[in-house]
């Protein structure tokens, strides 16, 4: 906390995405292929989606830039994953369940849902706008989306300061990050496009660590936040509760058990 504390962004200086003077973005980042096993990752981000859907009585979960959703498909009741290329063609053939849709946050206007999908949903945005070279884009999309009706949307990113000190000045060790924020920083970005923070705290990145190297943002009014059960009181503005929901954290990992296992077999077939 004390290094983040000396780096408090106010919103006034940095570059033109609130990342303090000096640091270096990747100016071609690779394509994530979400074909690995990440289902262990934002553990915390997709149990709060869970819990948050409840309470707010969703219509919908839209999961903006879902990868190959493992994740997301643990969640009970409507649900819709936005992404392109490779992740959208296996993603939609692993998981049936889920309505897929073509979105390519560099190149569309807009999130491919109209306002009477949009409406009463909550958008998940986990991990991708650091894969972005032009991150306003999204924020763009995901501003319109709250304006024709989305409840609420959670947002994550990893957090630079927490992960690799105060003199990480990119670019980042990751090949599909363009550029990473910490806390402040990512708050006066969101702010500088339009985008009023309900709620804003760190989480785990991995179920194998206790370490909360990753921030997690709740973009809804104060009313609606109060209904999701998301701040304490009186210091609006601050997580709770964001440990995993053990259901969701339970399908997560046997669903990756399970693709390790046929992966193992595939492998002793082909060898045989």
Not at 198 to 214: D, E, F, Q, Y
Request: glycine fraction near 10%.
């Amino acid at each position: 906390m004390g290094a983040a504390a000396a780096h408090r962004y106010p919103g006034a200086v940095g570059d033109r995405y609130g990342i303090a003077t000096g640091y270096a973005a990747r100016e071609e980042p690779a394509y994530f292929d979400d074909d690995a096993d990440t289902t262990g990752y934002q553990p915390d981000v997709y149990g709060t989606a869970r819990r948050v859907a409840r309470r707010l009585r969703a219509a919908r979960v839209i999961d903006v830039g879902a990868g190959s959703a493992d994740k997301l498909a643990a969640i009970p009741g409507p649900l819709v994953a936005l992404d392109f290329g490779a992740n959208l063609a296996r993603g939609a053939g692993r998981h049936p369940r889920i309505a897929w849709r073509a979105y390519d946050a560099e190149r569309d206007e807009r999130l491919p849902l109209d306002a009477g999908e949009l409406a009463g949903s909550l958008l998940v945005c986990a991990d991708v706008i650091e894969h972005l070279r032009a991150p306003e884009r999204l924020l763009a999309h995901l501003r319109a989306a709250l304006a024709d009706g989305a409840a609420c949307c959670l947002l994550s990113t990893p957090d630079r300061i927490r992960t690799y000190g105060a003199d990480h000045r990119g670019p980042p060790p990751n090949p599909h990050h363009v550029r990473e924020w910490s806390r402040d920083e990512l708050l006066a970005f969101l702010r500088r496009e339009g985008l009023e923070t309900g709620a804003a705290g760190w989480t785990r990145s991995h179920v194998g660590s206790r370490a909360r190297r990753t921030i997690l943002v709740a973009l809804a009014d104060p009313v609606t936040l109060r209904r999701a059960r998301l701040a304490h009181r009186p210091r609006p503005g601050v997580f709770v509760a964001l440990r995993p929901h053990a259901a969701t954290e339970g399908r997560i990992l046997a669903g990756a058990a399970a693709r390790r296992a046929r992966w193992s077999a595939r492998r002793l077939l082909g060898g045989g």
